[in-house]
């Protein structure tokens, strides 16, 4: 699939978020930062610009923001908002609000790969009210239910 976007910082003209495999579902995105930002624990999220916007321009996708895992389990950075969720209609430049979650003072450098978008389908519903649904074989147990082993 093609996918507009527009590169907003020109220290990143020559690397275009990329696949790093032919099988790699996310593509990472840079801190463009103007200097070395420093995450202390216990901190606030710091929003910081990647330098691009896309413009998926159809409901049926949206794009995903979510930590890099050697990031987020080895050093704790990870997102203040979770997860980054990006309109299907969102123009505007890509932010990550990166959060250190660790014990560990985090040092990012401008341009570092700090987190990934992942592009996925998405289904837009109607609703249809009813009083009762038809019964499941689960109905409304949740949280365990269904046991452990
Ligand atoms: O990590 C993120 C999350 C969101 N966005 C942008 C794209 C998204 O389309 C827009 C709005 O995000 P969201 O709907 O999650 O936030 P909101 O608080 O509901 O804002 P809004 O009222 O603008 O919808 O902000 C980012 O750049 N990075
Ligand atoms: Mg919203």
Not at 11 to 33: F, I, M, V
Not at 74 to 86: A, E, R
């Amino acid at each position: 699939m093609k996918l507009d976007i527009q590169i907003l910082d020109a220290r990143l003209r020559d690397q275009l978020p990329a696949y790093a495999t032919p099988g790699s579902a996310g593509l990472d995105l840079r801190a463009c930062l103007d200097s070395t930002l420093h995450l202390q624990p216990g901190d606030a999220a710091v929003l910081v610009p990647t330098g691009i916007a896309i413009h998926l321009n159809n409901p049926e996708y949206a794009a995903l923001i979510l930590p890099r895992s050697g990031l987020g389990h080895k050093q704790g950075l990870v997102l203040g908002n979770l997860v980054g969720l990006i309109d299907s209609d969102y123009q505007g430049q890509l932010m990550v609000s990166a959060w250190n979650r660790g014990q560990q003072a985090i040092t990012i450098e401008p341009l570092d790969r700090i987190a990934q978008l992942v592009i996925v389908p998405v289904v837009q519903v109607q609703f249809n009210l009813v009083e009762q649904f038809d019964q499941s074989t689960r109905g409304t147990g949740g949280y365990g239910s269904t046991g452990s082993q």
